[in-house]
């Protein structure tokens, strides 16, 4: 039985944890959405973005900054960006 929770079970698990983990990374890319705040700025800035759009976007990739700062907290650590 343990042969084969070692050559089924564990791989399945290590996949599943892979797949969680870029998961994680992409949803809560705390500084993916500083640049993005930063992008929507300077699009404001130079024109392309009326004030309206700029603030709906602002407010909805704050909101986003937010959470993804408490899942950092909530998580300790498991959450791990790389570039």
Do not use: C, W
């Not at 892979?18 to 700025?41: P, W």
């Not at 973005?49 to 937010?66: C, F, G, I, N, T």
């Amino acid at each position: 039985m343990l042969l084969v929770d070692d050559l089924l079970f564990r791989p399945l698990v290590s996949i599943l944890n892979a797949i969680h983990t870029v998961a994680l990374t992409e949803l809560y890319d705390t500084d993916a959405i500083r640049d993005q705040l930063k992008e929507a700025r300077l699009l404001y800035e130079l024109g392309d973005l009326q004030q309206a759009e700029y603030e709906a976007r602002k407010d909805a990739l704050e909101a986003e900054l937010e959470r993804a700062k408490r899942a950092h907290e909530r998580l300790g650590g498991r959450v791990e960006v790389k570039r």
